[in-house]
Nanobody, 125 residues
Framework: QVQVVESGGGLVQAGGSLRLSCAAS????????MGWIRQAPGKEREFVAG????????YYADSVKGRFTISRDNAKITVYLQMNSLKPEDTAVYYC??????????????????WGQGTQVTVSL
């Protein structure tokens, strides 16, 4: 079973940067596309970014395109999310997950399993 642990969240001013990391366990990590999904208080989960198993393909929500970059290091079984030009509306708990239901659209949070515990990102004005 793939288990994931996110880290790197924190408090940052608008315009700042953070780098989130997602360490995974399990020998099948390299078999899954991986993604970052966030959830703000009182809001539904929102897909942020995804990356293919090889790392050769990436996809982003329109709201973060050009500001966030997802990457993965399969040797270290780790996924990263580099977040630049952060905005207050990026404030949320960020989750890393494996895309286990490939019959769903890649930006559908319901298509992801093996969720981590999340890491809080707070962007202040």
């Amino acid at each position: 079973q793939v288990q994931v642990v996110e880290s790197g969240g924190g408090l940052v001013q608008a315009g700042g940067s953070l780098r989130l990391s997602c360490a995974a366990s399990g020998h099948i990590f390299s078999s899954y596309d991986m993604g970052w999904i966030r959830q703000a208080p009182g809001k539904e989960r929102e897909f942020v970014a995804g990356i293919s198993r090889s790392g050769g393909s990436t996809y982003y929500a329109d709201s973060v395109k050009g500001r966030f970059t997802i990457s993965r290091d399969n040797a270290k079984i780790t996924v990263y999310l580099q977040m630049n030009s952060l905005k207050p509306e990026d404030t949320a708990v960020y989750y890393c997950a494996a895309r286990t239901a490939t019959y769903l659209f890649q930006n559908d949070p319901d298509g992801y399993g093996y969720w981590g515990q999340g890491t809080q990102v707070t962007v202040s004005l």
